[in-house]
């Protein structure tokens, strides 16, 4: 079946740029039947989802974070990632990448999860 | 953004219990409405998705319900493998999640 599994540097100083990568095995990146979104929750609080990315490299950002983030894909690595850039501390957080299951207008449920990757923003 | 108010934040229960959580949306999203379990250090797992569909491979324990903007995850017959937290996902639009239950041994 498909998993996922994100990874990335687990420090980032602040005003830098985050990056993570989701490597996806079990399944293509390309199908057209999904959509690849990102997820995060910062410790104690509910989580929030980032964005997506479609095989046809088309986006949608939650509009909260979409001045900051770039969600794109590589096929031939069957990965996608997501680039966070001025990060704050308010960016800790534990980052998950997950299937989508939505379509042209909005995300639905998200299934596999990744077991999501712990960033922290400090100096 | 839709507001998803889950209740109750934890309970304490004993195996074998009926267990019932609550996800609340701040206006009509459907049955645009997903449950996940999560444990510690693992990932999240779909439980239900639009408000009552039983994901493949999920124990027939758990059931969704929806009133309204009420909706409800309950598990019957809670098993030593169903503690963990639980919470709720709206996909209406911009999706938005509950702040979960911790469900705890009693």
């Known amino acids: 079946q498909v998993q996922m599994q994100e990874s990335g540097p687990g420090l980032v100083k602040p005003s830098q740029t985050l990056s993570l990568t989701c490597t996806v095995s079990?399944?293509?990146?390309?199908?057209?039947?999904?959509?690849w979104s990102w997820i995060r929750q910062p410790a104690g609080k509910r989580l929030e989802w980032i964005g997506r990315?479609?095989?046809?490299?088309?986006?949608k950002y939650n509009p909260s974070l979409e001045s900051r983030v770039t969600i794109s894909l590589d096929t031939s690595k069957n990965q996608f990632s997501l680039n966070l850039n001025s990060v704050t501390a308010a960016d800790t957080a534990v980052y998950y990448c997950a299937r989508d299951h939505g379509d042209d207008d909005v995300s639905s449920w998200f299934d596999p999860w990744g077991q999501g990757t712990l960033v922290t923003v400090s100096s | 953004d839709i507001q998803m108010t889950q209740s109750p934040s934890s309970l304490s229960a004993t195996v074998g219990d009926r267990v019932t959580i609550t996800c609340r949306a701040s206006?009509?999203?459907?049955?645009?409405l997903h449950w996940y379990q999560q444990k510690p250090g693992t990932a999240p797992k779909l439980l239900i998705y639009?408000?009552?569909r039983l994901q493949s491979g999920v124990p027939s324990r758990f059931s969704g319900g929806k009133s309204g903007t009420d909706f409800t995850l309950t598990i019957s017959g809670l098993q030593p493998e169903d503690f963990a937290t639980y919470f709720c996902?709206?996909?209406?639009?911009?999706?938005?999640f509950g702040q979960g239950t911790k469900v705890e041994i009693k």
């Open positions: 206006q009509s999203i459907s049955s645009y």
């Open positions: 990315v479609y095989t046809t490299g088309s986006t």
């Open positions: 996902q709206q996909s209406y639009n911009t999706p938005t």
């Open positions: 639009q408000a009552s």
């Open positions: 079990g399944g293509s990146i390309s199908s057209y039947d999904y959509y």
